[in-house]
């Protein structure tokens, strides 16, 4: 068997890429449509602001540390409304 030629292994690396460009694009939409049933106060509404930022530049980049720091932030939103246990949008999304 030979080795993989440049041109398979840049198709296959893109592959992959757009890949997870296409299923991280609802990150934040997966926040937003959350998000928009809920009343917020003030330090919860910076908490969602920090998510959404964070998620966006996630669906952007798909950067694992993003990915880390949207999950933190999240869950403390998620902690401050006092959501235990329940519907978790960005769960399958973030899985490694």
């Not at 910076?46 to 933190?72: H, M, P, Q, V, Y």
Request: overall charge negative; glycine content about 6%; proline content about 1%.
């Amino acid at each position: 068997m030979g080795a993989v030629s440049s041109h398979a292994s840049t198709r296959i690396f893109t592959d992959g890429v757009n890949y997870l460009r296409e299923r991280t694009v609802m990150v934040k939409e997966a926040l937003e449509a959350w998000l928009s049933g809920l009343e917020l106060a003030l330090d919860q509404k910076i908490l969602a602001r920090i998510c959404l930022a964070l998620a966006d530049d996630f669906d952007a980049k798909a950067n694992t540390s993003t990915a880390a720091e949207l999950r933190k932030t999240y869950l403390e939103l998620k902690r401050s409304i006092g959501e235990t246990g329940q519907h978790d949008p960005l769960e399958a999304l973030l899985k490694r």
